[in-house]
């Protein structure tokens, strides 16, 4: 199984790899007051890919922490229950 994760990762690596080298046109990002940025077209989908990415992990990242309080709670309460019991 090892084996077979390494030969998808370097696949994997490949075909970005091939991405990058075929989309190394610099491209121009315009922003407001003037601000532009020149940079490749595969830098920048990566960036744009690893700022969604970013973004959606800050997005969970509340529910994942009420989530965690709540179970906390309903263990604690759980244990009350069981040493009441005994």
């Known amino acids: 199984m090892r084996y077979l994760?390494?030969?998808l990762g370097f696949f994997l690596?490949?075909?970005a790899l091939g991405f990058a080298?075929?989309?190394?046109?610099p491209i121009t990002l315009r922003y407001?007051?003037?601000f532009a940025w020149q940079a490749p077209l595969s830098l920048?989908?990566?960036?744009?890919?690893?700022?969604?990415?970013?973004a959606g992990l800050i997005?969970?990242?509340s529910?994942?922490?009420?989530?965690?309080?709540?179970?906390?709670?309903l263990q604690h309460e759980l244990?009350?229950?069981?040493?009441g019991r005994h």
């Not at 529910?63 to 709670?73: A, F, P």
């Open 44 to 54: 920048t989908l990566l960036v744009a890919f690893t700022a969604g990415v970013l």
């Open 32 to 34: 407001y007051l003037g």
């Open 5 to 7: 994760l390494a030969a």
């Open 13 to 15: 690596f490949l075909v």
């Open 59 to 61: 997005a969970c990242f």
């Open 63 to 73: 529910l994942l922490v009420s989530q965690r309080r709540r179970l906390v709670g």
């Open 21 to 25: 080298l075929k989309n190394a046109e």
């Open 79 to 83: 244990d009350a229950l069981q040493a």
